[in-house]
């Protein structure tokens, strides 16, 4: 297994590229299961959940190729078995956005029921009544969600709580629905546009995404298509913290400035100068040590809980105090125990985190618990004196492409290493 290795206080100085977005194309890869041909998705970017996604959607008999290694074809039509098992599901919550287009599709699926993970208890509720709404039998059986349906039909979908995959997974069981759909409540994360901008490419009629309202017409078949995924939001973000926890100058490219705005105000309340263009965001903190901001998470267009940690890191050594108030999982504070080891200031209480900002961090073994608070972790390690060790980085690699590539781009001593032997 790796550990990532950091020696900090190296003020990040320089240029990175953005990737694609983690939770955009898992979604779209699933998609082209609901079509009759191939699909080709560019801008893919490599990550363990991308190898996790094509191994699940390769083992039910859709056949993927990668050719420049940016750009996947998927073809669904060797598709023979309708099952997503426990093997992976566990590995990748993200699976279960496979329930719908196969119900829709091919008319049944088995997909194991996800447990609690570590940043919350994550149920999975809204997905299962809203494949009800849309008339599939569904029930929960040995640990596995077995659902069937002839024919979905259209309905009025409200979500008690706004949920992304809840969403993504009702609107492509819908695309196939005889008759028209309405999910209401829905979220609107820029991830949820770009799917349905997929869904629409290959023939699906998606109005509304962006805005709480999603209608669906339905569509009697969708035909394979291209399309170029767009870039990581929350990927953009971590680097632009990464350079205002080192007081540095980093600019951020190929990136999408406007799925960011409460990111960039937050930066700016930082004490950040950020500049930004179509498609780039410089952020250059002059050497200065940040202010501490208040955050409370929310669904889009709210503060993102996919970058919370990255603030709490920064707030740990910002001047001044800071509160946090996670609204979206009850238990997303798992990097703070870490944190404290580097020496932060921080007092948990319920879904409040209070930091008061400390001169100085100090570098030790480290574990990362997921893939966002070990994002946090690296870039406490940014900045924490002499060397800290992030372990359990296979976390980061589910969701940051090359990520010690990158920051060693921007000057930071940071490097892989095999983790040390455990002993027991
Ligand atoms: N919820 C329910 N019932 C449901 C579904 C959700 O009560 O049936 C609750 C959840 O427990 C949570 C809230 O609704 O309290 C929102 O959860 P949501 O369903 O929106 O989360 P998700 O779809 O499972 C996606 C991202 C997460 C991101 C969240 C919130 C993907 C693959 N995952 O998860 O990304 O944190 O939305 O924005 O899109 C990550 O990338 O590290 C990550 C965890």
Same mark, same amino acid.
């Given at each position: 297994m790796d550990c990532i290795q950091i020696t900090g206080g190296v003020p990040l100085d320089g240029e990175v590229w953005i990737s694609g977005a983690k939770n955009a194309v898992l979604p779209i890869m699933v998609a082209?299961?609901?079509?009759d041909g191939p699909s080709y998705i560019s801008n893919v970017p490599h990550l363990q959940d991308v190898t996790t996604t094509m191994e699940l959607l390769g083992r039910m008999g859709a056949s993927l190729a990668m050719d420049d290694g940016m750009r996947i074809e998927i073809d669904p *039509?060797? +598709?023979?078995q309708f099952e997503a098992p426990y093997d992976l599901v566990k590995t +990748? *919550?993200?699976?279960?956005?496979v329930l719908g287009p196969l119900v829709a599709r091919y008319g049944r699926a088995v997909v194991s029921l996800p447990g609690g993970c570590a940043i919350g208890s994550r149920p999975v509720d809204l997905h299962l009544r809203g494949l009800q709404a849309l008339g599939a039998e569904v029930s929960v059986v040995n640990g596995n969600i077995e659902a069937s349906a002839k024919q979905l039909k259209g309905a009025n979908i409200i979500f008690d709580t706004v949920t992304v995959t809840g969403t993504e997974n009702i609107m492509m069981a819908a695309v196939l629905a005889q008759g028209t759909s309405v999910i209401e409540n829905a979220a609107q994360e820029p991830e949820v546009v770009d799917l349905a901008k997929f869904l629409n490419a290959m023939g699906a009629k998606i109005s509304g995404a962006g805005s709480n309202t999603l209608t669906i017409e339905g569509v009697e078949n969708l035909h394979g298509t291209e399309y170029s995924v767009l870039p990581d939001r929350i990927e953009t973000g971590t680097y632009l913290v990464a350079g205002a926890i080192t007081r540095g100058h980093v600019r951020v490219t190929r990136t999408r400035p406007r799925d960011l705005d409460s990111v960039i105000e937050k930066l700016r309340e930082t004490g950040a100068v950020i500049e930004v263009g179509e498609d780039w965001i410089d952020l250059d903190m002059k050497g200065r040590r940040p202010l501490a901001v208040d955050i409370t998470t929310a669904p889009y267009p709210g503060f993102a809980t996919d970058m919370q940690a990255q603030f709490t890191a920064l707030n740990t050594v910002a001047e001044g105090t800071a509160i946090i108030t996670e609204t979206v999982f009850e238990n997303r504070f798992m990097h703070v125990q870490e944190l404290q080891r580097l020496g932060a200031n921080i007092r948990v209480k319920g879904n409040t985190a209070i930091i008061r900002g400390v001169d100085e961090l100090n570098g030790a073994p480290i574990m990362a618990t997921d893939l966002r608070a070990s994002a946090g972790l690296v870039l406490a390690g940014l900045v924490a004196n002499g060397t800290t060790t992030v372990d359990r980085v296979y976390h980061i690699d589910r969701g940051y492409e090359i990520i010690e590539e990158k920051l060693g781009q921007l000057g930071a001593r940071i490097r892989r290493v095999a983790s040390p032997r455990k002993t027991r």
């Open positions: 082209s299961l609901l079509c *039509r060797g +598709m023979h +990748m *919550r993200a699976s279960i956005l």
